[in-house]
C-alpha cells in the first residue's frame, strides 16, 4: 500500500545544478501537484496536473517544469536551483471528482540550495 | 489574491479543553470543497476533516468538526477535548471545481499547542 512515494528525502544543491525530484503514486489518481512549504507560507502549489499530458501553472511556478507523461508520475524538475528554492517539496494526489477527494502526500523533500 | 486565510499564526489551548481555528475563504464558485490537514513536527501531512460547499450540515470527524459559514465564507476547524497529540500544524485548504479538473490551494496555518 505505497500511496504517494517522493524522492529523495534531502537533498543538498549547489546554486546552478539541476535535479529532479521523484513522484509517484499507485491510486490511479488524475490529479497531481507539487507544492512547496516556506515558514510563515503555507504551502503554495507550484504546478498541478489534472491527467497524462496535461499540466497547469499553480501560485509560484518560475523556476521549475513538470510533466506528465503517465497517470503515475509527475517528476518536477529545477533546471538552475537558487538559494530561494530552498524548501521543503510535497508531491499530492487525488481523484478528480466532486466529493471529498482527499489530496494523499507524499513525505516530502527538504531541498537546500546552497 | 489570497485565498485562503488563517489569521492566526499560533494558538495555546489547556489540555481537554476545546479550541477553535480560524478559516476564511474566497471564491466565486458555488460549488467548492474545504478540507483540513494536520501536520505534526514529523512533517507528514495528515487530512483531518472535509466539508463540501453544498453539505447542509457541518462535517464532524471524531473530536474535530468543522464550523462551516457559507454566507461569511468561513470553516472554522473545531477541536474538542485538546491532547497534548494535537500539538501540530493545522492547515485549512479549498478545492475549487473548474471546467478542466481542479487545484487545491492552502492556507499559511496555525501551529496549535496544547499545555498540561
Known amino acids: 500500500n505505497a500511496g504517494?512515494?517522493?524522492?529523495?528525502?534531502?537533498?543538498?544543491?549547489?546554486?546552478g545544478q539541476s535535479m529532479t525530484l521523484q513522484c509517484a503514486q499507485d491510486m490511479n489518481?488524475?490529479?497531481?501537484?507539487w507544492y512547496r512549504q516556506d515558514p510563515g507560507m503555507g504551502l503554495r502549489l507550484i504546478h498541478y496536473s489534472v491527467g497524462a499530458g496535461i499540466t497547469d501553472q499553480g501560485e509560484v511556478p518560475n523556476g521549475y517544469n513538470v510533466s506528465r507523461s503517465t497517470t503515475e508520475d509527475f517528476p518536477l524538475?529545477?533546471?538552475?536551483?537558487?538559494?530561494s528554492q530552498t524548501s521543503v517539496y510535497f508531491c499530492a494526489s487525488s481523484g478528480m471528482g466532486r466529493g471529498s477527494t482527499e489530496a494523499f502526500f507524499g513525505q516530502g523533500t527538504r531541498l537546500t540550495v546552497v | 489574491a489570497q485565498k485562503i486565510t488563517q489569521t492566526q499564526p499560533g494558538m495555546f489551548v489547556q489540555e481537554k479543553e476545546a479550541v477553535t481555528?480560524?478559516?476564511?475563504?474566497?471564491?466565486?464558485?458555488?460549488?467548492?470543497g474545504l478540507f483540513w490537514y494536520k501536520q505534526p513536527s514529523s512533517g507528514e501531512m495528515i487530512f483531518l476533516i472535509y466539508?463540501?460547499?453544498y453539505d447542509e450540515q457541518n462535517a464532524t470527524e471524531g473530536r474535530y468538526s468543522l464550523n462551516f459559514q457559507k454566507a461569511r465564507k468561513s470553516a472554522n476547524l473545531v477541536i474538542s477535548a485538546s491532547q497534548?497529540?494535537?500539538?501540530?500544524?493545522?492547515?485549512?485548504?479549498?478545492?475549487?471545481?473548474?471546467?478542466?479538473?481542479?487545484?487545491?490551494?492552502?492556507g499559511a496555518?496555525?501551529?496549535?499547542?496544547?499545555?498540561?
Do not use: W
Not at chain 2, 497534548?84 to 492552502?106: I, P, T
Open chain 1, 4 to 15: 504517494v512515494t517522493q524522492t529523495p528525502k534531502f537533498q543538498v544543491l549547489k546554486t
Open chain 2, 84 to 106: 497534548l497529540g494535537d500539538s501540530a500544524m493545522y492547515f485549512c485548504a479549498m478545492r475549487e471545481y473548474m471546467e478542466y479538473g481542479n487545484k487545491l490551494v492552502f
Open chain 2, 21 to 32: 481555528l480560524d478559516c476564511t475563504y474566497d471564491t466565486s464558485d458555488q460549488s467548492y
Open chain 2, 51 to 53: 466539508q463540501g460547499s
Open chain 1, 77 to 83: 524538475r529545477l533546471l538552475s536551483a537558487a538559494p
Open chain 1, 29 to 33: 489518481h488524475e490529479y497531481m501537484s
Open chain 2, 109 to 116: 496555518g496555525t501551529i496549535l499547542r496544547v499545555k498540561s
